[in-house]
T-cell receptor, first 111, second 117 residues
């Protein structure tokens, strides 16, 4: 079993839809939870990070962490074609040095 | 552009050859990381440096792989006697680590895509 599990999709939604992306993990030592966006042939870029459990909102993006269930989510409201990318969840135990990534979910938002 | 840069962007080599990649981090970033990403997978941590010191190496980093950061600025990753299984995207990231903050955001470069024939 991988430390971080993420459904690779692909996921296709119409423009304006609410997108839900999820990851599960097995290592209870993880404290930092990140979501990265990766466009084709580019490096990942950080969207949001959360420390421990709770919710965090940034514009159209909301990240949720439930440490009791070892489950994290990213919601994208009013999705746009420019949101089409691969979304990677990542986690680390402390100080964010050794990040463990999920496989990434490929999202397509159709106009 | 003041982001992380990597060179070359693409490298095609024959099995058994040695290859070297370079990463230039964001100026003033004291930490530098190397990751490997294969098709359809997320990045896998290989190693990281704080200044010129290599502080952690993954078990994925076999003895054919060596990384250096001689002056605490740019870094090189060398793969000796390449194998077809080494074909992947090699990503570099940098961050600023400080005692005041427990979280330090890693900024990624565009990667070097290696193809071993």
């Amino acid at each position: 079993q991988k430390e971080v599990e993420q459904d690779p999709g692909p996921l296709s939604v119409p423009e304006g839809a609410i997108v839900s992306l999820n990851c599960t993990y097995s290592n209870s030592a993880f404290q930092y939870f990140m979501w990265y966006r990766q466009y084709s042939r580019k490096g990942p870029e950080l969207l949001m990070y959360t420390y421990s459990s709770g919710n965090k909102e940034d514009g159209r993006f909301t990240a949720q962490v439930d440490k009791s269930s070892k489950y994290i989510s990213l919601f994208i409201r009013d999705s746009q074609p420019s949101d089409s990318a691969t979304y990677l969840c990542a986690m680390s135990a402390w100080n964010n040095n050794d990040m463990r990534f999920g496989a990434g979910t490929r999202l397509t938002v159709k106009p | 552009d003041t982001g992380v840069s990597q060179d070359p962007r693409h490298k095609i080599t024959k099995r058994g050859q040695n290859v070297t990649f370079r990463c230039d981090p964001i100026s003033e970033h004291n930490r530098l990381y190397w990751y490997r990403q294969t098709l359809g997978q997320g990045p896998e941590f290989l190693t990281y440096f704080q200044n010129e010191a290599q502080l952690e190496k993954s078990r994925l980093l076999s003895d054919r792989f060596s990384a250096e950061r001689p002056k605490g600025s740019f870094s090189t990753l060398e793969i000796q006697r390449t194998e077809q299984g080494d074909s992947a995207m090699y990503l570099c990231a940098s961050s600023v680590a400080s005692q005041r903050a427990s979280y330090n955001e890693q900024f990624f470069g565009p990667g070097t895509r290696l193809t071993v024939l």
